[in-house]
């Protein structure tokens, strides 16, 4: 007996459309590449900027050096930014650091900004707020970056605290925060460098947060004028 040949209703479910030639076509051709992301090639644009700030002079800085960096072409850096100098005011800016650096309650951020500092300098080499150790650099950008970083670090953080010397007691924190990065990230103290996060969190925190915390109740760390 001859196999049997299945019917038509069989081999072609009743409601399903018939394939057309335009169907076989979007089935057999490959997937189009897929362009970077514009919002991702601008990050990496400044990512690779902010690096080079942290390391060299403005005036020794090209487009083409940020370019390579970056992984992209340097008229790609035009396209996005127009020219070195709006480039590096994008650079100059610290808001998104302090977002991150600050990002904790008062009472629990003298051991996160110790965690950032030492985190961001082992995963990327640097902590994009020391960019203001090398102000000195940058000839007169180097203002531009000392005016952001007092608006959009230290005022900003002073703003969080309370009791007196807000001002003051914002400044020595960060001062010795900033101290910790210069250690770990451009003396690269070896001690320091192979210390567990944690346990440089645990021993450096309190003494950030002693100058964040209001003693004004007990006569105890603040400054008198």
Same mark, same amino acid.
């Given at each position: 007996?001859?196999?049997?040949?299945?019917?038509?209703?069989?081999?072609?479910?009743?409601?399903?459309?018939?394939?057309t030639a335009a169907d076989t076509a979007a089935t057999s051709m490959p997937p189009a590449p897929?362009?970077?992301?514009?919002?991702?090639?601008?990050?990496?644009?400044?990512?690779?900027?902010?690096?080079?700030l942290a390391r060299q002079a403005h005036a020794d800085i090209t487009l083409k050096a940020v370019a390579v960096r970056a992984g992209v072409s340097a008229p790609l850096v035009v396209k996005y930014f !127009?020219?070195?100098?709006?480039?590096? @005011?994008?650079?100059?800016?610290?808001d998104e650091d302090a977002d991150a650096l600050l990002? @904790?309650?008062?009472?629990?951020? !003298?051991?996160?900004?110790?965690?950032?500092?030492?985190?961001?300098?082992?995963e990327r080499g640097t902590d994009p707020v020391l960019r203001i150790v090398f102000a000195p650099l940058h000839g007169d950008h180097g203002e531009v970056l000392r005016a952001n970083f007092r608006a959009q670090v230290t005022e900003r953080l002073a703003a969080r605290l309370t009791g007196p010397d807000t001002g003051a007691r914002a400044e020595l924190a960060v001062a010795t925060l900033?101290?910790?990065?210069?250690?770990?990230g451009?003396?690269?103290?070896? /001690?320091?460098?192979?210390?567990?996060? /944690?346990?440089?969190?645990?021993?450096?925190?309190?003494?950030?947060?002693?100058?964040?915390?209001?003693h004004q109740d007990t006569g105890q760390g603040t400054i008198r004028g």
């Open positions: 007996m001859s196999p049997m040949t299945p019917s038509p209703d069989a081999r072609t479910p009743p409601d399903a459309a018939p394939r897929v362009r970077r992301d514009a919002e991702a090639t601008k990050v990496a644009i400044l990512r690779a900027a902010r690096h080079l !127009g020219n070195k100098d709006a480039l590096f @005011a994008h650079v100059m800016s610290f990002a @904790a309650p008062l009472p629990e951020l !003298g051991r996160h900004m110790v965690r950032h500092v030492v985190v961001s300098q082992r900033l101290g910790l990065g210069v250690m770990f451009i003396a690269r103290g070896p /001690e320091l460098r192979a210390m567990p996060v /944690e346990d440089i969190v645990d021993r450096y925190g309190p003494t950030v947060q002693a100058h964040l915390d209001d």
